[in-house]
């Protein structure tokens, strides 16, 4: 299947910022219809002007994807303006770092209502409206880490394990129906993450990223030739395949592989 994406509607969570505001700017510039979702307003306002100034049609609402009515809110408001809705990016995340064991149950609580459900909020709302029109795609910004997870960032990545997993049922669900599902698995990209996922986690210095970074565009890129043409799974930078295949067939080497990288970046 391939989706033409001028006139197409496209949705996207967290746009005010990083990956989402960048899908944001790339559909437009393919002359798509975009709906623009996250809690900073003012940013969202700010980019409105920019997707105009390509051209485009834009709507903004401010959300909040930790509740499951605004979501909903955020999705019926896109087939108001725009008739349909043809893809859907829930890309809305944050992180949190530390230890396991020193991570309190709330915060743990608050990442998987706002990565995981805000995620699940996404499909609930869009999936009765594209099985409808017959035709649909929903990506799901995932991690690498939601496939090998590493110290210091298990809560994190236990919410992007959980995105891979419901989008793993829901593209066999979806068989047939038209509408496709897909996870995407960024490695480390230049966004305002790290600042955000410093500030979550007391304040204090949470360290380096470890490996290879990416860009946001490079991202957005990935996702737009998703939209277009649907994928089970797409990795931004090809090579963190690699990362995958090494964790399922060996996981004692990928364990001492992360420990090393993660000292590496004085994370323990
Ligand atoms: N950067 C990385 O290294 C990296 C790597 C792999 C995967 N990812 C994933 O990529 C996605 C985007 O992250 P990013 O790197 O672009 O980070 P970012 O620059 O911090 O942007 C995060 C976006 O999510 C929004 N957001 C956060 N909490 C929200 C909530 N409760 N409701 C609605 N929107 C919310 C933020 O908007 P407001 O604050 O205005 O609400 C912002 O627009 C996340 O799912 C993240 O897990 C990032």
Same mark, same amino acid.
């Given at each position: 299947?391939?989706?033409?994406?001028?006139?197409?509607?496209?949705?996207? =969570?967290?746009?005010?910022?990083?990956?989402?505001?960048?899908?944001?700017?790339?559909?437009?510039?393919?002359?798509?219809?975009?709906?623009?979702?996250?809690?900073?307003?003012?940013?969202?306002?700010?980019?409105?002007?920019?997707?105009?100034?390509?051209?485009?049609?834009?709507?903004?609402?401010?959300?909040?994807?930790?509740?499951?009515?605004?979501?909903?809110?955020?999705?019926?408001?896109?087939?108001?303006?725009?008739?349909?809705?043809? $893809?859907? $990016?829930?890309?809305?995340?944050?992180?949190?770092?530390?230890?396991?064991?020193?991570?309190? &149950?709330?915060?743990?609580?608050?990442?998987?209502?706002?990565?995981?459900?805000? =995620?699940?909020?996404?499909?609930?709302?869009?999936?009765?409206?594209?099985?409808?029109?017959?035709?649909? $795609?929903?990506?799901?910004?995932?991690?690498?880490?939601?496939?090998?997870?590493?110290?210091?960032?298990?809560?994190?990545?236990? =919410?992007?394990?959980?995105?891979?997993?419901?989008?793993?049922?829901?593209?066999?669900?979806?068989?047939?129906?038209?509408?496709?599902?897909?996870?995407?698995?960024?490695?480390?990209?230049?966004?305002?993450?790290?600042?955000?996922? &410093?500030?979550?986690?007391?304040?204090?210095?949470?360290?380096?990223?470890?490996?290879?970074?990416?860009?946001?565009?490079?991202?957005?890129?990935?996702?737009?030739?998703?939209?277009?043409?649907?994928?089970?799974? $797409?990795?931004?930078?090809?090579?963190?395949?690699?990362?995958?295949?090494?964790?399922?067939?060996?996981?004692?080497?990928?364990?001492?592989?992360?420990?090393?990288?993660?000292?590496?970046?004085?994370?323990?």
């Amino acid at each position: 299947m391939t989706l033409a994406l001028r006139g197409a509607v496209v949705a996207v =969570t967290g746009a005010s910022a990083g990956i989402g505001r960048e899908c944001v700017l790339a559909f437009a510039r393919e002359g798509s219809r975009v709906a623009a979702a996250a809690r900073r307003l003012d940013r969202l306002d700010t980019l409105a002007a920019e997707v105009h100034a390509l051209g485009a049609e834009v709507l903004v609402l401010k959300t909040d994807v930790g509740d499951a009515e605004e979501v909903r809110r955020f999705v019926q408001a896109t087939v108001d303006r725009f008739g349909r809705l043809d $893809v859907l $990016v829930n890309n809305a995340g944050y992180g949190v770092r530390g230890r396991v064991e020193d991570t309190p &149950a709330a915060a743990y609580e608050r990442l998987m209502r706002v990565n995981y459900l805000g =995620t699940v909020y996404g499909c609930l709302a869009a999936i009765p409206v594209m099985r409808r029109q017959g035709a649909g $795609v929903i990506v799901n910004v995932s991690s690498i880490v939601g496939h090998r997870s590493l110290p210091t960032g298990g809560a994190y990545a236990a =919410t992007k394990a959980a995105q891979i997993s419901l989008t793993e049922a829901l593209r066999v669900e979806l068989r047939g129906s038209g509408v496709h599902a897909c996870s995407v698995h960024p490695i480390g990209t230049h966004t305002e993450f790290g600042e955000v996922t &410093a500030r979550e986690s007391g304040g204090e210095d949470v360290a380096g990223a470890v490996g290879p970074q990416q860009s946001a565009r490079n991202v957005a890129d990935a996702i737009v030739r998703c939209a277009k043409r649907p994928r089970p799974e $797409v990795y931004p930078y090809p090579l963190s395949r690699a990362i995958v295949w090494l964790a399922a067939l060996a996981p004692g080497l990928s364990d001492w592989l992360a420990w090393r990288a993660a000292r590496g970046a004085g994370r323990l």
